[in-house]
C-alpha cells in the first residue's frame, strides 16, 4: 500500500471518527457535514468508487434519533448510498413501534428506489397501517417509481377489502397508466370508492374522463356528484361554454347546499354572460339560503367582470342582510374596476335605504371604500367619521388615513 493510500485510509477514519462522535453527541447538523465531506473526499480518492458502507450506520442513526430537519438532511445522503440501505429502511417502515416521522421518512426514502422488494414493502404498508400520513407518503413512494408500482396495485382492485387502498394509492400517482385503472372502479358499490377515483380522475386532461365527469354529476352519492362538480370547472376553459352550462345548471337547485356552491364556483369560471346571468337569478331568488348567497356573491365578482359588478349593485337591496355585509365586502376587494365599485357603494349610500340604519352596513361601507382608496368618496367617509356608532367612526377614521399612505 501506497503511502498516498495511507493517508488517504487515515483521513477518511478521522473523518468517520468525527461523524460517529458528532451523532452520539447529538449534533446531528455536524455529523450531516462531515459525512457530506467523507463522500466527496471517498469519491475523489477513489476515483468516483465510493465505499459507503463505513458512513451506513451513522446515517440509520440519525434517521432513527434526529429531529425533522436532521432527518430531512440525511434523508438526502442515504438516497446517495445506493441500494444498501434498502433493506435496513423496510425493517423500519414494518416496525410499529417505530416513532411515526420515523418510518415517514423511511417511505419517502424508499420510493427513491425501483426495486420489486420495496414495491412490496410499500403496497404492505398501504394495507396494513393506520396511521393515515404513512397511508399518504407510501402512495406517494409508490407514484414515484412508476409503473412497477402501479402492476403491484392492479391486483388490489379485485379485492374489495383492498380495493378503497389502491384507488388510494392511485390518487397520489399523477400518471396517465393509472387512468384505466381508477376508470374500472367509477360504478363501485362503495360511494367512497366512486369519489376517490372521480377526485383522482379530475387531475387528468384525457377527453375521455369528460363524459365520466358528466354521468358522475347524476350519481346518488353527493360527494361523487361533488367531486364531479369541481372537475368540471377546472376544464371550463377548455369545453365549450353552452354545454358545461346545460351540465351545471341543475347542480345550483342540488339537495346539497356545498354540491350548490360547488356549482356557482365552477360556473363562474365559464365566465359567460349566459352563466353569470343564471348566477344572479339563483341569488336574488327568495328561497336561497344565506350560503349559497355567499358562493353566488363571490363567484360573481371573482371575474371582475364590469356587467357582474352591475348585478351585484342591483342586488345590494334584495337579499339578506348577510347577503348585503357580502356584496360591501367583495366591492371593497375589486381591484381592476375600483371606480366603478366605489360609484355602486356611494350610490348605495346616497339612496338612503332603511338598511344604511344598520351600523354594521355603514361600518362595510366605510372599511370598503377605504380599500378602494377614490377620492370622490372622501365626503362619505367623512361624514361616516360623524357617525353616531363609535364602531362606524373608528372604519372611518381608519379608512380616511388608508388616503394618506
Not at 11 to 16: A, D, E, I, P, Q
Not at 20 to 48: H, P, W
Not at 52 to 65: C, D, G, N, R
Not at 75 to 80: F, Q
Amino acid at each position: 500500500m501506497t503511502v498516498i493510500n495511507l493517508k488517504h485510509n487515515e483521513k477518511m477514519n478521522n473523518l468517520l471518527a468525527q461523524a460517529t462522535e458528532a451523532a452520539q453527541n447529538g449534533n446531528f447538523s455536524l455529523s450531516y457535514d462531515v459525512i457530506q465531506r467523507y463522500l466527496v473526499e471517498e469519491a475523489e480518492g477513489m476515483k468516483g468508487e465510493v465505499e459507503t458502507s463505513s458512513v451506513l450506520p451513522i446515517a440509520l442513526k440519525i434517521l432513527e434519533q434526529g429531529d425533522f430537519q436532521a432527518r430531512w438532511d440525511m434523508a438526502k445522503v442515504l438516497v446517495k448510498l445506493g441500494d444498501r440501505v434498502i433493506n435496513p429502511l423496510i425493517t423500519v417502515l414494518e416496525n410499529e413501534q417505530k416513532e411515526s416521522e420515523h418510518r415517514w421518512f423511511a417511505a419517502r426514502i424508499l420510493g427513491e428506489f425501483d426495486q420489486p422488494l420495496v414495491v412490496l414493502a410499500l403496497v404492505n404498508c398501504l394495507q396494513t397501517t393506520e396511521d393515515e400520513d404513512l397511508k399518504v407518503i407510501a402512495a406517494q413512494a409508490l407514484g414515484n417509481i412508476g409503473q412497477s408500482a402501479i402492476d403491484a396495485l392492479n391486483p388490489l382492485l379485485s379485492n374489495p377489502e383492498t380495493r378503497l387502498l389502491a384507488v388510494e394509492a392511485f390518487a397520489q400517482i399523477p400518471r396517465p397508466e393509472v387512468i384505466e385503472a381508477l376508470l374500472s372502479v367509477i360504478n363501485d358499490p362503495d360511494a367512497i370508492i366512486r369519489t376517490r377515483a372521480i377526485a383522482a380522475l379530475g387531475n387528468f386532461s384525457d377527453p375521455s374522463i369528460i363524459l365520466v365527469l358528466t354521468e358522475a354529476l347524476r350519481d346518488l352519492a353527493a360527494s361523487v356528484r361533488r367531486e364531479a362538480v369541481i372537475a368540471l370547472g377546472f376544464r371550463a376553459d377548455n369545453l365549450d361554454k353552452s354545454e358545461l352550462l346545460n351540465y351545471l345548471n341543475p347542480l345550483l337547485q342540488d339537495f346539497n347546499l356545498e354540491i350548490c356552491q360547488q356549482a356557482a364556483i365552477a360556473i363562474s369560471k365559464i365566465n359567460s354572460e349566459e352563466g353569470n346571468r343564471i348566477l344572479v337569478q339563483v341569488l336574488q331568488a327568495p328561497q336561497t339560503p344565506i350560503p349559497l348567497q355567499l358562493s353566488l356573491i363571490q363567484s360573481l365578482a371573482w371575474s371582475e367582470n364590469p356587467r357582474n359588478l352591475t348585478y351585484l349593485g342591483e342586488t345590494l337591496t334584495l337579499i339578506s342582510l348577510g347577503g348585503t355585509l357580502e356584496i360591501i365586502r367583495v366591492l371593497g376587494r375589486i381591484e381592476t374596476l375600483k371606480n366603478e365599485s366605489a360609484e355602486i357603494l356611494l350610490a348605495f349610500f346616497n339612496s338612503e335605504h332603511l338598511l344604511l340604519q344598520q351600523a354594521p352596513i355603514r361600518q362595510a361601507i366605510a372599511y370598503s371604500l377605504g380599500q378602494l382608496k377614490i377620492l370622490k368618496t372622501l365626503t362619505v367617509l367623512e361624514t361616516l367619521s360623524d357617525d353616531p356608532e363609535p364602531v362606524v367612526q373608528l372604519h372611518a377614521i381608519a379608512a380616511l388615513r388608508n388616503f394618506k399612505t
